[in-house]
């Protein structure tokens, strides 16, 4: 039944409840500043240089207290690689399993991530379920494939640590368990070797190779790196513990609701290979974590050596801004941002980004670059937000968009642009009014702008459901390269302002979302979606039906318009050979939001055999084009069980 759920599934996205937010119920918090919290961790970033890459099979696997003590406390940069999304589980919160499953546990892994601060990939693995072996697992996930996927996210992501959840032998039980730790293991070895994957060059991702594999400390007593979770963020008032507890218990369909005690606490590793040697007491032992260490990705010496020194102010300025920082004069630590800025740009000018040794310093300079810009306009005052007048749009419909800008700051900013960006094509116009300008203190300005979804558009999907299955892994063979890995793919349409904040350019990009109220909950964010022009929907979806009894059924069909065109056309149901479900039926919407709907009669005949049936529903309009959904029937007599003999 799980190819079934699959088709279920991918329906049921593109129907108007579906986003491609990052969380349940909104897209995006209500826009601010950040303030004083964004401006610190921000200002972690620019004094330090830690990269660490946990590795499991499932999206509970993770070390959460790990993850939130790197990203939150160290002020590094930490990331979790689940080889599947836990489509195999049982799900604590509803009906869903499958591919519904892994779509609700994406979210549950995102919005633990935002919590603890670590990052999220994925490789194409489907989960199939409780494996017995490794062996068992290898037959559905081959090594090779999720081998290449794994490499591709520590290329991309560039650790310097890698964190194995799992031993990688048969003491893990779980044959998937032990295939997540065998790749952490390879993948160690293979990312940084040229020979290994070279097609993954073209994606812009050379050879990377980390300094140390650890492994859990989980599954034994072995004296190793101890890490303490107890201590206290000041920003939160939490622990990292507690953090990272909180994160846990956002895997709701997993029954994974966590305590957030007090006091003490720790986390730990085992090392294995690389770094400081076995004796290491540190996670990042015989690393060069410093800001300036980037540099040495660089082989000339000359620009290697001024690199170092434009880093080395950085550093130097972060860690006198932080002493400065208070939550009532974010401002006065803004000439402190705004010259390390200039020192991170002048860094980045002096990398080679064509040279293939190169790229990693580019790549992790860009991500510094953009942790000083959101510093900046966080101690500036400044925010954006971007707003459309509806949630969904049929190709060749258009949404409305508003741009504001709030400089909440004490110094005027200038705006230099203002613009819509669209990954899936979307045609975006210039604004219309006003043009960009200065806006000065506690002033709110507005530009207004249209983006079109063009003809032949496909709906939106997340990106690793726009083809079938192949086995048991997703297929990736049209996605952008940047995408594989990652959650889900980029928003269909973000806003950028480029504005100057004490000389220094700063863009800002936000998604664009459809806000409105509930009663209930207040502020409810979606992102944007394209539809097609007409919905099909059919209930119940999975029909299990005795042949025997011989009774009639109903299917309710409901069609949908999209379009800003009127759509006249039939509703057909394809029944299986020995099935009936009588004449097309007539249907005529007028515009964008009408339906109709149907009591569509299904019947098995006496020639009916016992079994699994697919039952195709779909709208023919009169212009030819055809929209479907479909129903599986499981005939109780193919899945009754076995009479269990007398004794």
């Not at 489907?126 to 520590?154: C, M, N, T």
């Not at 000083?372 to 005052?381: K, P, Y």
């Not at 990106?463 to 940047?482: H, I, N, T």
């Not at 299986?576 to 009408?594: I, K, N, R, V, Y």
Request: net charge negative; aromatic share 6%.
């Amino acid at each position: 039944m799980k190819r079934a759920l699959l088709a279920v599934a991918v329906l049921a996205l593109c129907a108007p409840v579906f986003s491609l937010s990052s969380g349940p119920g909104t897209a995006l918090p209500p826009p601010s500043t950040g303030g004083i919290t964004a401006v610190e961790l921000a200002l972690k970033k620019l004094t330090t240089n830690k990269r660490v890459l946990v590795i499991g099979a499932h999206p509970d696997d993770e070390n959460t207290s790990l993850l939130a003590l790197v990203a939150r406390g160290m002020g590094g940069e930490a990331a979790y690689l689940s080889l599947s999304r836990g489509e195999g589980g049982q799900n604590l919160i509803g009906e869903e399993l499958g591919v519904g499953l892994g779509l609700i546990r994406t979210q549950e892994l995102a919005a633990a991530r935002r919590l603890d601060g670590a990052r999220q990939y994925f490789t194409r693995a489907y989960d199939f379920g409780f494996s017995r072996s490794l062996d068992e697992a290898l037959r559905f996930w081959p090594k090779q494939e999720i081998l290449r996927d794994a490499v591709r996210v520590v290329r991309r992501f560039r650790p310097q640590v890698v964190f194995a959840t799992f031993t990688g032998t048969p003491r893990d039980g779980h044959g998937q368990h032990q295939e997540s730790g065998v790749i952490a293991r390879e993948v160690f070895r293979a990312a940084g070797d040229p020979a290994a994957f070279p097609e993954l060059a073209a994606e812009g991702l050379p050879p990377w190779k980390p300094a140390t594999l650890v492994r859990s400390n989980w599954f034994d007593d072995t004296h190793g790196i101890k890490l303490s979770t107890g201590e206290v963020d000041p920003l939160t008032g939490r622990s990292y513990n507690q953090i990272a507890m909180a994160g846990r218990s956002l895997h709701r369909s997993q029954e994974m609701g966590r305590v957030q005690p007090l006091g003490p606490s720790e986390t730990g590793a085992i090392w294995e290979a690389g770094g400081a040697g076995e004796g290491a007491a540190d996670l990042f032992a015989g690393v060069d974590t410093r800001l300036a260490g980037i540099a040495d990705g660089v082989a000339d010496a000359d620009r290697r050596a001024q690199m170092r020194d434009r880093l080395s102010t950085v550093e130097r300025l972060a860690e006198t801004a932080r002493t400065r920082l208070a939550p009532d004069r974010l401002a006065v630590i803004v000439p402190d941002l705004s010259a390390a800025l200039s020192a991170l740009r002048g860094a980045r000018q002096l990398v080679r980004a064509d040279v293939a040794d190169e790229a990693a310093a580019a790549a992790i300079l860009d991500e510094k670059i953009e942790a000083a810009e959101t510093a900046l306009a966080a101690a500036a005052g400044v925010a954006i937000d971007a707003l459309a007048d509806g949630e969904i749009a049929a190709p060749n419909g258009a949404f409305a968009v508003t741009v504001s800008l709030f400089n909440a700051g004490q110094e005027a900013a200038s705006v230099d642009s203002v613009s819509l960006e669209s990954p899936d094509g979307w045609t975006v116009a210039a604004p219309t009014s006003p043009s960009p300008d200065s806006v000065g203190a506690g002033a709110l300005q507005e530009w207004k702008l249209t983006a079109t979804v063009p003809a032949g558009a496909l709906p939106t999907v997340p990106y690793f459901l726009k083809k079938p299955l192949q086995g048991d892994l997703y297929d990736w063979s049209d996605v952008p390269a940047a995408v594989r890995g990652e959650p889900l793919q980029p928003p269909p349409l973000s806003a950028d302002v480029a504005v100057r904040i004490a000389g220094e350019r700063v863009v800002l990009r936000r998604e664009v979302t459809y806000r409105f109220r509930n009663e209930e909950f207040g502020e409810i964010r979606h992102s944007l979606r394209a539809v097609a022009e007409a919905e099909v929907s059919v209930e119940p979806d999975l029909v299990v039906w005795s042949t025997e009894q011989k009774e009639r059924r109903a299917l309710h069909v409901t069609i949908v318009s999209h379009a800003r065109r009127p759509l006249p056309g039939k509703v057909e149901v394809a029944a299986p050979p020995g099935w009936s479900a009588g004449p097309p039926l007539a249907f005529s919407l007028a515009a964008s939001g009408d339906k109709s709907s149907f009591e569509v009669p299904l019947t098995a005949s006496s020639s009916a055999r016992p079994g699994k049936y697919d039952v195709s529903v779909t709208a023919r309009l009169e212009d030819g084009k055809t929209y479907s959904s479909s129903v599986q029937i499981i005939d109780y007599q193919h899945i009754r069980p076995t009479p269990m003999p007398r004794t």
